[in-house]
Structure formats: structure tokens, C-alpha cells
């Protein structure tokens, strides 16, 4: 899951700690086998009737 985040923007808009304290826990529950990750996407279209 951690290639899906771009490190330039993560340091941008994260703080350093909060960061680090993400990505650790990410990893971790990696290592437990525990970890789970969800990727929710909604797409919508639409037309304009015709007049």
C-alpha cells in the first residue's frame, strides 16, 4: 500500500511525526499480517437532456 502514497506529497500536507508514526504502523501491521487496505472509488456521469 505505501508505493500508492507519493513521499513528496506526504511531505507536503503530513507532518514529520504523524508521518512517521503512520507509515510505521502501516508497516507493523504488515509484519502481524494484519493489515488491511481499502480503496473506495465512485464514479459518476451525467448528461445534459436534450432541449
Same mark, same amino acid.
Given at each position: 500500500m505505501?508505493?500508492?502514497f507519493d513521499p513528496h506529497a506526504l511531505?507536503?500536507?503530513v507532518e514529520p511525526d504523524?508521518?512517521?508514526r503512520?507509515?510505521?504502523s502501516v508497516h507493523e501491521s504488515? %509484519? %502481524?499480517g494484519d493489515f488491511l487496505f481499502a480503496?473506495?472509488?465512485w464514479i459518476t456521469m451525467g448528461r445534459v /437532456?436534450? /432541449?
Open positions: 505505501v508505493p500508492f511531505e507536503i500536507c504523524l508521518r512517521r503512520f507509515l510505521d504488515a %509484519r %502481524r480503496f473506495t472509488m /437532456a436534450s /432541449a
